[in-house]
T-cell receptor, first 116, second 110 residues
Framework: DTGVSQDPRHKITKRGQNVTFRCDPI?????LYWYRQTLGQGPEFLTY????????KSRLLSDRFSAERPKGSFSTLEIQRTEQGDSAMYLC??????????????FGQGTRLTVV | GIQVEQSPPDLILQEGANSTLRCNFS?????LQWFHQNPWGQLINLFY???GTKQNGRLSATTVATERYSLLYISSSQTTDSGVYFC????????????FGTGTRLQVTL
């Protein structure tokens, strides 16, 4: 197992277009998270799945954002009608655990989105 | 929500020097991780340390959960240690997100 994998690594899109990112977690991990990181800041939480259930969404996740994890394995994050403010690094992480405890999270290499 | 503060924000060291990075948090946690973000943006796991002390080579970390802080020690620094170091915490009683600090940017010079 090579860890958390994200695709694509880089995406340049025109304002108004839709984009979709994919995350493949570590195979035995039941939890999957999406974060967003802008320049000079730490990553900020977007949303969290336990298996296929989306259990928490941040207020940062506007109506233009949607995330899925249909079979409890890989996940996709879609941004509709992209805006320049969506330009950021999108990070995926996974961990193994059962409520209410937490365990170590591992991050992918990220998808860097540039909206022009 | 929980607040996470890291200090110092920036640090410049000569190769071979030692340093201590600090992370203060505002509430009880059940998860605390230290990461090193490389120039390509990858977050590298350094320590999973909600309490106690751990060591890995030239790096060590201590978390005093009752006093709500954690320290990351880097000894005999090397140029490859350069980058941004993040502390991230998970709120006790929950099973979800990490909240990150704003990071310490470390530059190690020859």
């Amino acid at each position: 197992d090579t860890g958390v994998s994200q695709d694509p690594r880089h995406k340049i899109t025109k304002r108004g277009q839709n984009v979709t990112f994919r995350c493949d977690p570590i195979s035995e991990h039941n939890r999957l998270y999406w974060y967003r990181q802008t320049l000079g800041q730490g990553p900020e939480f977007l949303t969290y799945f336990q298996n296929e259930a989306q259990l928490e969404k941040s207020r940062l996740l506007s109506d233009r954002f949607s995330a899925e994890r249909p079979k409890g394995s890989f996940s996709t994050l879609e941004i509709q009608r992209t805006e320049q403010g969506d330009s950021a690094m999108y990070l995926c992480a996974s961990s193994l655990g059962a409520r209410p405890s937490n365990t170590e999270a591992f991050f992918g290499q990220g998808t860097r989105l540039t909206v022009v | 929500g929980i607040q996470v503060e890291q200090s110092p924000p920036d640090l410049i060291l000569q190769e071979g020097a030692n340093s201590t990075l600090r992370c203060n948090f505002s509430d009880s946690v059940n998860n605390l991780q230290w990461f090193h973000q490389n120039p390509w943006g990858q977050l590298i796991n350094l320590f999973y340390i909600p309490s106690g002390t751990k060591q890995n080579g030239r790096l060590s970390a201590t978390t005093v959960a009752t006093e709500r802080y954690s320290l990351l020690y880097i000894s005999s620094s090397q140029t490859t240690d350069s980058g941004v170091y993040f502390c991230a915490v998970g709120l006790a009683g929950t099973a979800s997100k990490l909240t990150f600090g704003t990071g310490t940017r470390l530059q190690v010079t020859l």
